[in-house]
């Protein structure tokens, strides 16, 4: 189990030179990015990186991570839980222009000074991560298919105004 904290930013050309493996949380509060894709998290991600240089000379993480997060269900807005993990495999490169060098198996990673923005790498990837749509299962969902499909009733528990129309010209609008 993992109880230590990622480091917010690394040298990561040391640590491959070193085949060094880091592993820790990541507090989701620290994520903005992933906040403002999918509303506030409470929580911690679980990463693994083995940071390493392959046989092509090329400095590389391999790393997963996972997390539950609380996504909204498309239907009724409310959150529900949501595990997400992912596996990916990063090239560092030092300007924009080298990314394009990189196998497209390798997602590229900006390094500059020397130094890697470890925390942006974990949000990048979550990001990623998120399942396209979420809907609860009808049963727990606050907006039942006959409430879509009639017009009646209301999730009254968060937002009483708000009517399955609203909720359907809300998908829309993201589409
Ligand atoms: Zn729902």
């Known amino acids: 189990m993992l109880t230590s904290r990622l480091p917010g930013r690394v040298e990561p050309y040391k640590l491959a030179a070193h085949a060094e493996h880091l592993e820790g949380l990541v507090a989701l509060a620290d994520l903005p990015r992933l906040a403002e894709e999918v509303g506030a998290q409470q929580g911690d991600a679980r990463v693994w990186l083995d940071f390493t240089i392959d046989a092509q000379g090329r ?3 391999s790393g997963h991570l996972e ?6 269900c498309r239907r009724c807005l409310s959150p529900m839980a949501q595990d997400v993990a992912s596996d990916f495999l990063l090239g560092m490169v030092t300007s ?3 990314a394009a060098d990189l196998p497209s198996t390798h997602e590229p990673v900006l390094v500059e000074h020397d130094q890697l923005n470890l925390l942006g790498v974990v949000e990048d990837e979550l990001i990623l991560s998120l399942p396209q749509v979420v809907y609860h299962d009808e049963a727990d969902c606050a907006v039942s298919r006959d409430q879509l499909s009639s017009g009646a009733g209301s999730d009254a528990s968060d937002a009483p105004s708000k ?4 909720v359907l010209k809300h998908l829309k609008g993201k589409t």
């Open 96 to 98: 924009d222009a080298l």
């Open 59 to 61: 400095r590389v993480i």
């Open 67 to 72: 997390a539950e997060l609380q996504l909204p």
């Open 163 to 166: 009517s399955p129309f609203d």
